[in-house]
């Protein structure tokens, strides 16, 4: 059994915080911390924007960068988003990028892959 399932029993037991910490030789945050339920969702919002903020994908896989810094509008289309990808064109030089929004991320990297080019070719030779 884990500190958690320990501290959950003691609870379901009736005992207060303050037993819980004498027996078990814990703070009385680190009991409300065990307590919690809601901790794994916490951490897992807190992994989330601390890996949007200082990773990125690359073909090769993940690297750290510093980005720069997040704007509160899509840096293409002005539009105010919760939610920010950042785009960059260049492996090398991570930094340079930009903050976009979900619509204008996809259209960015259907650019960098020369998408809209064949688009442009194939509606050409429809006409």
Request: glycine letters at 4%; proline letters at 3%.
């Amino acid at each position: 059994m884990n500190r958690a399932e320990q501290v959950k029993t003691m609870k379901d037991e009736g005992l207060s915080i303050k037993e819980i910490t004498e027996i078990l030789g814990l703070s009385e945050s680190r009991i409300r911390y065990l307590n919690d339920p809601l901790r794994k969702e916490k951490r897992k919002t807190y992994r989330n924007r601390y890996n949007r903020k200082h990773w990125i994908s690359t073909p090769n896989g993940r690297m750290r960068a510093e980005k720069r810094a997040r704007p509160d509008t899509c840096e293409l289309c002005s539009k105010a988003v919760a939610r920010l990808d950042y785009h960059h064109w260049d492996n090398e030089q991570p930094h340079l990028g930009l903050w976009l929004c979900i619509s204008c991320h996809i259209f960015a990297g259907r650019v960098d892959n020369d998408m809209v080019n064949k688009y442009l070719d194939l509606k050409g030779s429809i006409r």
